[in-house]
């Protein structure tokens, strides 16, 4: 991999004229998040050469923890990635399912098991790891070119493909390619110059994210557990990350307030309001009144899309669907994306524009699917009363195993399948993290 513009420049070796390749196999890619990296990665093993022009001067280790199921895991396995992520994820036992107010188990997950179950591992990761994780393997391929401080425009569709107009620092530049991969995350200017729909919707939900060194807190939260904790408006989830030497801490509560990217700063008094003493366990404010510092962003998705490729243009990831995180498949769905838009395009490389169609037709039934079920989830999340009692009993009655079993059809998927059924609506019982 070239890497240029770490410090929002580019090298004269790296200006467009040089750095892309002909266009006749370049594939310009919009983004270097979870979805453009592994895209790139995964084109790249099939004989492309791929431009990744990136916004962001340097790849800062962003966002929260991630949980990366066994369909997510399948993928970066594919493509090299098992070695690195060894070394800085945690394999969860299970996923703890608790009730807010008394903080007993409802019902365990067993996740530990998916190797077994679904032939990849269940693993959970910081985002920024993950992130660096896939820049490593990007560098080791040198087909790939990363243009770091580099923020696509525009772009225009011509016989040979497209042209991308971008600003950096150094001014304006183009660069050509057979086809553009929007890859650039929830609030994409190639998702409104393709679509030019409305601006994502507001879920009104906050998550508030903190890390806490593992060593400064009792052995029981340091468990490779996925610790879930329901209340009524909030849940709360932690689990180990970085190799366990890191508490990932999320809670999500409802709230009238949008703000906007992944870094603003919050206020843990004002997050304990939100989750008060009546409705919440010692335990779990104790948890949430340790951390001396709180980011939160605001939650957002959008209706899915009928389409959204065009010509030699298409949507990845957020860009494309948008998700809540309550199903915690939206990186999941991205690495996805990237693995079948890699493999269409593979298929049909003289033909660029079908493979984008044959991408997008694998890919919208499921990942519509997999939204509502998070949209589904909020609802079951955040219950209160009898309606929650009900929920915990349906939860109980049915079980682990069972419940886990309603997610094979996600977990179990493999690319270019087909093999698992998209599901029948399941009911507010069908609770994920
Ligand atoms: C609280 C929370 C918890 C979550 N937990 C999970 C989980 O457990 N499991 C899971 O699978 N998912 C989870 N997600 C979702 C996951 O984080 C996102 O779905 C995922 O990061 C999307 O990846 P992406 O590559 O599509 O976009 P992003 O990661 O947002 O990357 C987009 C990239 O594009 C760049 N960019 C933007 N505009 C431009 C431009 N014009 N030109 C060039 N570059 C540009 C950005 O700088 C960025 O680097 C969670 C999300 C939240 C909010």
Redesign the pocket.
Known sequence: MRLAGNQGRLTPALRPTHAVPPASRTIIV????????TAAIALADRGFRVVV????TV?EAT???????PN?MRVLIGLGAAPRLEAVTVTPEAVRVRRAATGSEIVRLPVGDSELRYGAPYR?IH?GDLQAVLLALARQRPDIALVLG????DYAVHRNGVTVA?SGADGTSEHSGLALIG????????RARLIGDAPPRPAYRT?W?ALLPADAVEPALRAPIVDLWLGPGAHLVHYPVRGGRLINV?A?AHDREAVTGWSAPGDGAALLTRLPARSWAPAARDLLARPEQWLR?A?YDRPPLARWSRGPVTL????AH??L?FL????????EDAAELADALALRPGDPVAALADYETRRRRRTAAVRAGARRNDRGYHLGGPAAAVRDLGMRMLGGDRLLARHDWIYGWHPRGGDVPVPAPADATAVR?
């Open positions: 919009a983004g270097a998040g979870i979805g453009g990296l022009l990136e916004q962001a790849l966002g929260a923890g991630i949980q990366l199921s997510a959970v985002r580099m923020r696509v425009d971008c890859a650039d995350g929830l609030w994409s200017r190639v998550a994210r999320v999500i962003w939650l990845l990831g957020d860009a948008p998700m995180p915690a498949q939206g990186a999941a769905m991205a690495i993290p």
